[in-house]
């Protein structure tokens, strides 16, 4: 019986880890490698590690977790929870383990419009996060594809890393700018593109119908996210609905609406970034941690 099981090894999960690790609890964190930057050569941002690869950090963080010799790390991938405060049971492609808490720090899977090409240059030259990554783009062209009406929000924002004039938003049908907002993308030189985009080649070269070739320096498109497990449904945890996905409801200090289960970083928060990430896994640990102590 561990004191918690923690379901997902990328930085929420190792962070919370870490704290339960230094109040001498036991822990397993089950780590299935499957982080939502794997695909990105450079994580920016992070205080002490901008510039890292995103492996780096990752190694790292479980390097100063298993320091701690009541903290454990397998590469197992959870299939299925069940039970309740004091007692969860999480199966796994290796056993089953048991635990007193449950902290969820899953990670969530991106969504992208379905346009050839896009996907492949996921994290190399096409990217979500203006924070993490305009700044290497160094004021070049900037494309910007819309896929719901939120992309609205990123066309604007992300003009303040390109060129005066050198952002571009491909509209794909995916809503009509309203007055309000043409005013917005023309306020901040943002050009927009109504025809569809046939495929994206190159580093970042937007082909467009009628054959118009657009090269950029990167391309950013806000995705949907997914909570990649089914374990809200099998634990009875509420979801809130986000703008960009759904993530799980909890309180100030990390617990869902089930006793005992709490969540954090891309599965408990709508905002993705190594930062937030860590410091969500650094509050949903100590959270845990006293709620042993107190019940």
Known sequence: MFDAIIIGGSYAGLAAALQLARARRQVLVLDGAQPRNRF???AHGFLGYDGAAPDAIRERGRADVLAYDTTEIRSEVATAVAGAQGDFRVTTDGGEHRAKRL??????????PAIPGLRERWGKSVFHCP???GYELGRGRIGVIAAHP???HQAVLVAEWSAPGQTRFFLEDAF?????QLAQLAARGVALERRRITQVAGDAEVHVAGGEVFAFDGLFVATRTVIRDGFAAQLGCELEEGPLG???KTDM???TTVPGVFACGDVGLPMGTVAFAVADGVRAGVATHQSLVFR
């Open 40 to 42: 990105a050569h450079a």
């Open 103 to 112: 902290v969820l720090a899953t990670g969530v899977a991106d969504e992208m």
């Open 253 to 255: 200090m990390k617990e």
């Open 131 to 133: 924070y993490c990554h």
């Open 176 to 180: 009509e700018p309203d007055a309000q």
């Open 150 to 152: 939120m992309s609205i």
């Open 246 to 248: 759904a993530y799980y």
